[in-house]
């Protein structure tokens, strides 16, 4: 957590949190192990701080400025983006400090993935989905949604093949033992059979139950309704 939060109620949004040495430590026990740290920020200050320590991903963003956007595609900071608008019911009551503070960060999100395009800083496909069941089943109308800002095609390399990139990064700890994201020999055998052509209907992957005809897992198939 390097900045303050949506959901934590006693969490200013746009509080810095940590110090860059402390930061720093994370990052080299991190390294230590083999591995790398991302942090939880939005605002400019927080992630400044983060990339000054080391860190290699940052998760959310969405009020960050220009400035920051250029040093991020600089220094090749990965951006673990969501895209958070208002179109869904709100956990948070009206008019409370947490409502007030999501909407704060769903006005940013369009800009962020401006920025994200325009800077070509690499993009990873986010969630955040860890609040009930049902906010991970929908993670296929959340990939759904990336239609606004990108092509179908973009979305789906970036939920797959970057982000396996990312997940490489933390090398021996990876927990995957082959390559993902990719179809050739060798890989993991992670593999959907679609009733319909994603690339020009991405809302497709929106209602998995019914159009994923197929799922299989390094191999093992786990739905066919062929």
């Given amino acids: 957590m390097a900045g303050g939060g949506v959901a934590s109620n006693y969490d200013p949004i746009d509080v810095a949190q940590y110090s860059v040495p402390e930061i720093r430590s994370a990052v080299e026990a991190a390294d230590n192990w083999g ?15 983060a990339i000054e320590a080391g860190v290699k991903c940052i998760d959310h963003g969405q009020m960050l400025d220009e400035d920051t956007a250029k040093l991020m595609a600089e220094k090749k900071i ?12 709100s956990p ?16 940013g999100t369009d800009h962020a993935y401006a ?31 990336m239609s606004t800002w990108y092509t179908p095609a973009e979305v789906l390399k970036m939920a797959t093949h970057d982000n396996a990139e990312l997940l490489a ?3 021996p700890r990876n ?13 993991l055998a ?16 929106a209602d998995p139950a019914t159009n994923f005809k197929v799922i299989m897992k390094d191999g093992k198939v786990y739905k066919n309704t062929l």
């Fill in 190 to 205: 992670d593999l959907l059979l679609v009733n319909g052509d994603p690339l020009k209907e991405l809302s497709l992957v």
């Fill in 92 to 107: 948070f009551p009206e008019g409370s400090a947490n409502r007030l503070k999501q909407l704060e960060m769903y006005k």
């Fill in 78 to 89: 990965w951006w673990s983006l969501q895209p958070f608008t208002d179109d869904r019911k």
């Fill in 35 to 49: 591995t790398y740290v991302t942090v939880h920020a939005y605002t400019p200050k927080a992630v400044r701080q």
């Fill in 169 to 171: 990064l933390s090398g």
């Fill in 175 to 187: 927990p995957y033992p082959g390559k993902l994201g990719v179809v050739e020999v060798g890989a």
């Fill in 115 to 145: 920025m994200a395009k325009k800077y070509g800083i690499k993009t990873a496909f986010g969630t955040d989905a860890l609040f009930s069941a049902q906010a991970a089943a929908d993670q296929g109308t959340m990939l759904a949604k």
